[in-house]
């Protein structure tokens, strides 16, 4: 598959979104943490790294980087898994109040 100049500098721009979504994450961590005076990681965090990872994600395949896509495919999976479990125990804490 033959990709113009113009197609992939849209590609490196999309690389370039999913880095900064996912660095982020970081920014909105660390921000917390200090409001709070200790580690917080906030739901925010979460979101972010969901959006990130899927940006790169799909720039991995855009890229054909297996390494990139193994990678960053299985992050999705654990942020996902991360914001089951805080949903989870957010219901069974309203539902126990």
Do not use: C
């Not at 921000?31 to 709070?36: C, D, Q, R, V």
């Amino acid at each position: 598959m033959d990709f113009t100049l113009d197609e992939a500098m849209v590609w490196i721009a999309i690389g370039f979104l999913g880095q900064a979504l996912f660095s982020a994450r970081f920014i909105v961590q660390w921000l917390h943490s200090e409001k709070a005076r200790k580690s917080v990681v906030p739901l925010s965090f979460w979101y972010f790294s969901i959006a990130g990872g899927a940006v790169l994600t799909a720039y991995a395949i855009y890229r054909k980087d297996p390494v990139f896509i193994f990678g960053q495919g299985l992050g999705l999976l654990i942020y996902v898994r991360n914001l089951m479990l805080i949903h989870r125990n957010r219901e069974r804490e309203q539902a126990g109040e």
